[in-house]
């Protein structure tokens, strides 16, 4: 089982830090958050991750640039690979966000996880003058451009959100995978169609079981399976080490982690996770 480790709920200032030490511990990976902007109505969204809808944000709250922050952490880390949970691809043209992730990936040796969603924020999307209502459509076809422009030599481009023609784009990154973000169907579809695998928001065991069939049912019907396609679970509140065999014979192929409810004394209980769930890279 392969457990990496979420920065969310920790202020940005130990980041830095954090990533540090989880690298030394032997944590597979560490997953940035990410949004481009909040807004003043941000409390008129429904948040997807809670029971109620209620939004876990202040829109006063401190952004970064996800791949330019995860760019720093790859100069001070050595193996731990670098996800985000999750871009919204869609906010950015996708040759911008295809450049922001191929220099993530080079600069770190191979280590960039696309983690990607089609976002729930309406006001971030009309602080940019973009229709909320398309964000899935927008999502799919970056992700397609995204990948042509990682791996073909010049790329012409006509879609229903962007064309260009006789774009070059280098230096090629190492193809690195996408995984795509999501509790809804059209969010698991997405995965199963155009990515490597799903990353989910918080589950339980018992809550993750009813997706996980979703998810075999939506592979079957594409003709894949677990074989060619990456399950990363977030589970925020694990009940001990005996609970990661439940989780392997789920078929999860990664569980992102938060051992910590505070910035205050993250770092400590980082270790005493490590030391307890016998954390190595798998």
């Known amino acids: 089982?392969?457990?990496?480790?979420?920065?969310?709920?920790?202020?940005?200032?130990?980041?830095?830090?954090?990533?540090?030490?989880?690298?030394?511990?032997?944590?597979?990976?560490?997953?940035?958050?990410?949004?481009?902007?909040?807004?003043?109505?941000?409390?008129?969204?429904?948040?997807?991750?809670?029971?109620?809808?209620?939004?876990?944000?202040?829109?006063?709250?401190?952004?970064?640039?996800?791949?330019?922050?995860?760019?720093?952490?790859?100069?001070?880390?050595?193996?731990?690979?670098?996800?985000?949970?999750?871009?919204?691809?869609?906010?950015?043209?996708?040759?911008?966000?295809?450049?922001?992730?191929?220099?993530?990936?080079?600069?770190?040796?191979?280590?960039?996880?696309?983690?990607?969603?089609?976002?729930?924020?309406?006001?971030?999307?009309?602080?940019?003058?973009?229709?909320?209502?398309?964000?899935?459509?927008?999502?799919?076809?970056?992700?397609?451009?995204?990948?042509?422009?990682?791996?073909?030599?010049?790329v012409d481009h006509s879609g229903e959100f962007y064309s260009f023609e006789g774009v070059h784009f280098e230096p090629k990154p190492a193809n690195p995978p996408i995984v795509a973000g999501g509790e809804s169907k059209a969010a698991l579809r997405r995965a199963v169609r155009l990515c490597d695998g799903w990353v989910s928001m918080p589950h339980t065991l018992e809550s993750a079981k009813p997706q996980l069939d979703l998810l075999d049912r939506l592979l079957a019907e594409h003709g894949r399976d677990r074989s060619s396609f990456e399950v990363t679970v977030s589970a925020f509140e694990t009940r001990g080490p005996e609970e990661l065999a439940e989780w392997e014979a789920l078929g999860v192929d990664r569980l992102i982690v938060r051992p910590y409810e505070r910035t205050t004394g993250s770092i400590e209980r980082l270790r005493a996770f490590a030391e307890e769930y016998g954390v190595s890279r798998g």
Not at 12 to 21: C, K, L, M, S, T
Not at 58 to 69: E, I, K, M, W
Not at 111 to 130: D, K, N, P, Q
Request: hydrophobic share 45%.
């Open 1 to 154: 089982m392969r457990i990496g480790v979420t920065l969310g709920l920790l202020h940005p200032g130990i980041w830095r830090d954090f990533a540090v030490e989880a690298d030394r511990l032997g944590f597979e990976s560490l997953w940035v958050p990410e949004h481009l902007v909040f807004t003043s109505n941000v409390g008129e969204s429904r948040y997807p991750g809670s029971a109620d809808g209620t939004p876990p944000v202040s829109p006063d709250a401190h952004l970064f640039d996800a791949p330019a922050f995860l760019c720093s952490i790859a100069g001070a880390t050595e193996r731990i690979r670098l996800g985000t949970y999750v871009y919204l691809f869609g906010l950015r043209h996708p040759i911008i966000g295809a450049r922001a992730f191929g220099t993530l990936d080079v600069l770190s040796g191979g280590r960039a996880i696309v983690g990607v969603g089609a976002g729930w924020l309406a006001g971030e999307y009309e602080a940019l003058g973009l229709d909320f209502a398309t964000r899935g459509r927008r999502l799919d076809e970056a992700i397609a451009v995204a990948r042509r422009l990682w791996t073909e030599p010049v």
